[in-house]
């Protein structure tokens, strides 16, 4: 089973360059996340989607945009990168309701120059 | 969402048995106390999750005393390769999906 699925792994991007993170998941989940990690540090929610159709702000959601594509996907766009969101992304899904045992991708690897 | 206080860090040895400590003071009626591992360059995975009193499974314990204000996870025999960060986070899981993570406990295994 490949779980939660993250393109790619790594990326360097110039200042102000826009770049789309993608997500898919296998496991029929509900709700999904876009995490930020940066070095030492643990992690921080910038969206997320509860359901197919929604999505909602998390604690850093400011520089970036997401779009819940269908069940399956949700992708997390950054318009005009910033060094500041040099970081980790983690991508999770969780069942939803009832349950918020969430599953994480591999990470991407970003580095704003 | 209550707020969770953990150690920054700790150190113990193979075989030990590792007992790491949340404090969440603000715990709401619903909320639920689920605890993630994390090694380098990986996304974290879940450990256990509990409401109160203890449980247990295949790889730690989770202890909840009456009041719910704190929780601990017990590691029992520790191996090098429990060397992690471990979050403790709390939140509602009935209808919610806001998963916030704290900054955890960075647990340090010796041989």
């Known amino acids: 089973n490949a779980g939660v699925t993250q393109t790619p792994k790594f990326q360097v991007l110039k200042t102000g360059q826009s770049m789309t993170l993608q997500c898919a998941q296998d496991?029929?989940?509900?709700?999904m996340y876009w995490y930020r990690q940066d070095p030492g540090m643990g992690l921080r929610l910038i969206y997320y989607s509860a359901s197919e159709g929604t999505t909602d702000k998390g604690e850093v959601p400011n520089g970036y945009n997401v779009s819940r594509l269908n069940k399956r996907e949700f992708s997390l766009r950054l318009e005009s990168a910033a060094p500041s969101q040099t970081s980790v992304y983690f991508c999770a899904s969780s069942p939803g309701t009832d349950n918020t045992e969430a599953f994480f991708g591999q990470g991407t690897r970003l580095t704003v120059v | 969402l209550a707020k969770t206080t953990q150690p920054i860090s700790m150190d113990s040895y193979e075989g030990q048995e590792v007992n790491i400590t949340c404090s969440h003071n603000?715990?709401?009626?619903?909320?639920?106390i689920t605890w993630y591992q994390q090694f380098p360059s990986q996304g974290p995975r879940f450990i256990i999750q509990g409401y109160k009193t203890k449980v247990t499974n295949e790889v730690a314990s989770l202890f909840i005393p009456a009041d719910r204000k704190s929780s601990t996870l017990s590691l029992p025999r520790v191996s090098l390769s429990d060397t992690a960060v471990y979050y403790c986070l709390v939140g509602d899981v009935i209808g919610a999906s806001k998963i916030i993570f704290g900054s955890g406990t960075r647990l340090s295994i010796r041989p």
């Open positions: 603000n715990i709401a009626t619903n909320d639920y």
């Open positions: 496991m029929n989940h509900n709700s």
